[in-house]
Structures are given as C-alpha cells and as structure tokens.
T-cell receptor
Framework: QKEVEQDPGPLSVPEGAIVSLNCTYS??????FMWYRQYSRKGPELLMYTYSSGNKEDGRFTAQVDKSSKYISLFIRDSQPSDSATYLC???????????FGAGTRLTVKP | NAGVMQNPRHLVRRRGQEARLRCSPM?????VYWYRQLPEEGLKFMVY????????ESGMPKERFSAEFPKEGPSILRIQQVVRGDSAAYFCASSPRPGSYEQYFGPGTRLTVT
C-alpha cells in the first residue's frame, strides 16, 4: 500500500461544475497537507496548505483535512477551463524534509 | 522577483554519459530540494540541501547520483553513467525555511537517456 493514494483520473467536468479531488494516506504522523497544481510540462505550483485538521478557503478553492479518517480533499467551485491541469496532493511530517506526493489527478474542464 | 530557475530544460544523454542539472533557488532562499518525477507517478523526494551542506539524502539512489549546493552558484544534481531508467523529469524546489511545506518549484529538467 502506498503511503499517499490519489486517483489519477482522468476527470472531465463541464465549465462551472464543482470539482472534488481527494487523497487518502496511511501515516498518521503527517501534519502539513498541501495541494499543488501542475500544468503540462511545467513545475508544480503551491495552491493551498493546511496544518492539521480543518478547512481552509481561498477564493474558489477549499481544502479540507480529516485526520481521523486520513482523508484530504480539494474543492474547486465554478470551475474554469484554465483550471485544467494535474492536481497533486502532498504531505509532510513536522520537522521533516521528505514531502510525500500523490500520483496526481488529471482534470479537464470543458468550455 | 525571479522564481526558481533550472537549466537545461531538456537534456539528452547517451547511456554511460554524465548528466549535470542546475538549479538556482528563489532570491533569499537557502534551502533546496530535488525531486524526480517518472511518467504517471508522483514526485519522489531525492535530497535536501542547504548552502554547502547535504542535510537529507535519504531519497537519493546510493550509486551514481550526487548533489551539491556550493557557497556560490547554483545547486547541481549529477548523475554519472546514466542508464535508460534515469529518464525522467527532475524538479528542484526552494524554500525560505528548513523543513518547510512552503516549497516553490522550478520548471524542471527533462532528461532523456538514449
């Protein structure tokens, strides 16, 4: 079993839809939870981070962490074609350098 | 404010040659991380460096791979005697603090071994 599991998709939605992206993990020592967006042939771009459990909202994006279930989510409201990219979840233990990534979910938002 | 810079963007090497990948962190960042991304796989941590020090190389293959971050100049990831399995995208990231979730990635170097 991988330490971080992420459905690779692909996921295709119409413009304006609400998108839900998820990851599960097995290591309860993870404390920081990040979502990165990666466009084709580009480097990952940090979208959001959350420390421990809870929700965080930034514009059209909401990140949720449920440590009891070892489950994290990213919601995208009013999705746009420009949101089409691969979304990577990532996790980090406190005082640790080894960030663990999911495999990424490829999202396409159709106009 | 320039972001993380990596060069070359594309590198082709024949089996047995050496590959040298360079990374210049964001201004003010003294912490550099290298990752490898294979097709259809997530990013895998390789090594974490501060200026003149390797802090954590737990993800680095034991042979043929080395990394440095000198006092002056970019960080270098060196792969000696490359093999086909080394073909991948190599990303570096920099952060302003140690052990930080706040990592900023470069555009990557795509290595192809023929």
């Amino acid at each position: 079993q991988k330490e971080v599991e992420q459905d690779p998709g692909p996921l295709s939605v119409p413009e304006g839809a609400i998108v839900s992206l998820n990851c599960t993990y097995s290591n309860s020592a993870f404390q920081y939870f990040m979502w990165y967006r990666q466009y084709s042939r580009k480097g990952p771009e940090l979208l959001m981070y959350t420390y421990s459990s809870g929700n965080k909202e930034d514009g059209r994006f909401t990140a949720q962490v449920d440590k009891s279930s070892k489950y994290i989510s990213l919601f995208i409201r009013d999705s746009q074609p420009s949101d089409s990219a691969t979304y990577l979840c990532a996790m980090l233990r406190g005082n640790n350098n080894d960030m663990r990534f999911g495999a990424g979910t490829r999202l396409t938002v159709k106009p | 404010n320039a972001g993380v810079m990596q060069n070359p963007r594309h590198l082709v090497r024949r089996r047995g040659q050496e590959a040298r990948l360079r990374c210049s962190p964001m201004k003010g960042h003294s912490h550099v991380y290298w990752y490898r991304q294979l097709p259809e796989e997530g990013l895998k941590f390789m090594v974490y460096l501060q200026k003149e020090n390797i802090i954590d190389e737990s993800g680095m293959p034991k042979e043929r791979f080395s990394a440095e971050f000198p006092k002056e100049g970019p960080s270098i990831l060196r792969i000696q005697q490359v093999v086909r399995g080394d073909s991948a995208a190599y990303f570096c990231a920099s952060s302003p603090r140690p052990g930080s979730y706040e990592q900023y990635f470069g555009p990557g170097t795509r290595l192809t071994v023929t």
